[in-house]
């Protein structure tokens, strides 16, 4: 008798030999190898004749067979064999390649079941090298495994019937509860059926129990890995101030923007603290809400904390909301890494006197010798800059505060279920009125010295360029990848002479990164060679030009959000992606970015692409590998596992009660390898 820990090679049939192929496949014991799922299922079950068929159809058909099997060697190493078969009605001819195995066990008047494709024409029908099975053996559905190396898909499904066979009831992981609720099968039925259903049901419950769980299990194991702040209790926003605020902007608010503010302040007039994400594509006016819910909370008498992930981006938010709260007696400063050490002081007690109304900056505002005398609401821009941590250390500066957490990266909204599942989510999903539409082209590397020339014709205009390149060091692996330090050399001294030129990388200091950036933002450098660091928000409306040099390597997420960098302002602008890959794939990946202007559209065509592992795949984000689950293709059962996710939380926080033992064991084993 097998067991689920059991080593592989413990099952009748699998040698040391067959055993280590499982091991390449990271399957050891028998619960990773029930849980390989197949990928898709042959139905053999619908029988079809030949007259019912059309030509190249694919179907299951039973037949006789009629006459022995004819061998014939073509050349050294390519045997076929014939032979006939008829259904009662009609005769196909069927050739088996070189399968001297199958040939030979193949019996006259016997009956089999053949599957393949089936090729009529006016006077014969005929397959070939289709599958064939003894009558006898029963028709059934047949599960289709991963192509593994040498492991045929046959093969791995022999052994998971065996093992299945030999292993007592599954243990469940579901408590009754749930799958009552959920209306969900059995572990045990789920996994027998995965692998060998009777019929099209079965497969669908099975898969939904098992995506049902994988899903639950996930949701689980993210939400016990956020810290738990629903148990505060929130500082409390009696008044909203928003009418009072529009009256000041020099613009009208979008219905998206009015939307989020509404929703931030009814959260902070809530039962618990406000814990939301703003999400908005580049250039949706995320900032204008951010200060708009200041100014409510600040009337309210709270202090409020605006935190960047960059000095300059930190220095832009101070003088956008210096202006838009200007004469209301709303006391900002600035405090970033570069502020002077008498300033810091004074802004330090400032703070603590309750002086200060907003505190904007860097991470440097979470440092912990800076305290509040009553912070009442911490937003924190572009939050995928931030860690979670860096998030939680900021709430720590008191009890019950608000928090809003605003991000540019589009992440489809199924997949921000997951990454933001203990936040609730605001989207702005439009755009200001009067944006210019950004032009995009795809080009290849032909086309520099045409490129170059209109970006000195810009540049004489006075308008600035952004020239990307993907690295910035040369590596071996990485020959063709141009380095923007002797891009810019290059440029400085051929096409570009005589233009001031700027770089920028992710090698420089941060001190030498700002200096770059604010020499460019205010229009002293007028062409900035750089890499993907220029990505994060900075505002400067008079670059209309970007290049993006081998464009093939970057993400699509990742192209918008640099695209998002120029077209901000009231002149037309230009996105150019270079690249000479000949690939279809790559091809069709940038005419996406030609076609589409909008993030979050784009991020599901890159998530239909490339998979969830690019927006989860950064480092800290690394999130376990599905088998089954697809949460794309399975939204529904995402947001039932979620519901069920919190009911579940929300009785027993660290999941130790009994019931949810196997749960909880089942949530360490999917977590075991993310390091977080
Ligand atoms: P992002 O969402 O990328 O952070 P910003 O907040 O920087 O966008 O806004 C981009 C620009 O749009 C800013 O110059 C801002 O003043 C302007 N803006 C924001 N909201 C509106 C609006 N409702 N109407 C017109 N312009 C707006
Ligand atoms: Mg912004």
Redo the contacts with the bound molecule.
């Keep these: 008798m097998l067991n689920s820990e059991s080593n592989i090679k413990f099952i009748k049939g699998v040698g040391e030999k067959r055993a280590e192929m499982f091991y390449n496949l990271g399957i050891f014991d028998v619960d990773s190898l029930i849980h390989f799922f197949p990928r898709k299922y042959e139905d053999w079950t619908k029988t079809k004749s030949v007259s019912e068929s059309e030509n190249g159809e694919g179907i299951a058909i039973r037949v006789t067979m009629i006459t022995p099997v004819n061998e014939q060697m073509v050349r050294r190493g390519m045997t076929l064999y014939k032979c006939r078969f008829s259904d009662g009605e009609s005769v196909i001819n069927v050739t088996i390649f070189n399968n001297k195995y199958l040939a030979k066990s193949l019996r006259i008047y016997e009956d089999y079941v053949l599957f393949g494709k089936i090729e009529k024409n006016l006077t014969s029908a005929s397959m070939s090298s289709p599958k064939i099975e003894k009558l006898d053996m029963g028709i059934h559905i047949h599960p289709i495994y991963p192509k593994t190396g040498k492991l045929t898909s046959n093969a791995i499904a022999k052994v998971i019937r065996t093992a299945l066979e030999n292993l007592g009831e599954i243990q469940e992981t579901l408590n009754d509860e749930i799958r009552k609720k959920y209306n969900l099968i059995s572990l045990d039925t789920a996994i027998r059926n995965i692998h060998f259903p009777e019929n099209e049901d079965d497969i669908l419950e099975a898969r939904r129990r098992l995506i049902f769980e994988e899903l639950l299990t996930l949701q689980l194991g993210l939400l016990k890995l956020k810290s738990s702040k629903k148990s505060e209790t929130p500082l409390k926003i009696t008044t909203d101030y928003t009418d009072d605020f529009i009256s000041l902007l020099p613009?009208?608010?979008?219905n998206a923007?009015k939307r989020a503010i509404a929703e931030c302040i009814k959260d902070m007039q809530g039962k618990y603290p406000m814990n939301r994400l703003l999400q908005?594509d580049?250039?949706?006016?995320?900032?204008?809400v951010g200060a708009g819910v200041i100014y409510t909370a600040v009337k309210n008498g709270y202090q409020t904390a605006l935190m960047a992930p960059t000095e300059i981006l930190a220095l832009q938010h101070f003088e956008?909301l210096s202006k838009m709260l200007a004469g209301q007696e709303i006391t900002i400063r600035l405090l970033t890494g570069s502020t002077k050490p008498n300033e810091k002081r004074e802004i330090k007690s400032d703070l603590i006197n309750g002086k200060i109304d907003l505190l904007i900056g860097t991470h440097a505002i979470i440092q912990n010798d800076v305290e509040f005398k009553n912070l009442g609401l911490v937003i924190t821009d572009e939050q995928h800059r931030f860690g979670v941590k860096q998030r939680a250390s900021l709430v720590n500066k008191g009890s019950g505060i608000h928090t809003l957490v605003m991000s540019?990266t589009p992440i489809p909204r199924t997949l921000g279920l997951i990454l933001y599942g203990d936040l609730d989510i605001s989207i702005l999903d439009e755009l200001?009125?009067g944006r210019q539409e950004i032009r995009t082209d795809v080009v290849d590397s032909r086309y520099h010295q045409r490129l170059y020339k209109f970006i000195c014709d810009a540049a004489d205009r006075g308008e600035q360029s952004y020239i990307i390149c993907p690295m910035v060091e040369e590596s071996d692996d990485m020959e063709s990848v141009k380095s923007a330090e002797q891009l810019a050399r290059e440029l400085s001294q051929t096409a570009f002479k005589g233009f001031n030129l700027g770089l920028l990388h992710g090698k420089m200091k941060s001190k030498e990164k700002e200096n770059v950036m604010k020499a460019f933002a205010d229009g002293d450098v007028k062409i900035l060679v750089a890499t993907t660091v220029v990505e994060v928000?900075v505002?400067v409306p008079n670059a209309t030009i970007m290049v993006i040099e081998n464009a093939e390597r970057f993400g699509l997420s990742q192209l918008h959000q640099l695209r998002g960098r120029i077209g901000?302002g009231s002149k037309k602008s230009y996105c150019v992606l270079v690249s000479d890959s000949k690939s279809e794939v790559s091809r069709s990946r940038l005419m996406t970015m030609k076609n589409y202007s909008d993030g979050f559209k784009i991020a599901d065509e890159d998530l239909k692409q490339r998979g969830p592992g690019d927006f989860f795949g950064e480092r800290q984000h690394g999130l376990p590998k599905l088998k089954i689950a697809d949460m794309l293709e399975n939204i529904d059962i995402l947001h039932l596992a979620q519901d069920c996710a919190f009911d579940i939380i929300k009785e027993d926080y660290n999941l130790d009660s009994e019931k949810n033992k196997p749960l909880c064991n089942a949530v360490t084993k999917m977590f075991r390898e993310i390091e977080y």
């Design positions: 613009f009208t608010l979008t923007q908005g580049v250039g949706s006016g995320k900032t204008a956008s540019a200001p009125p928000g505002d901000r």
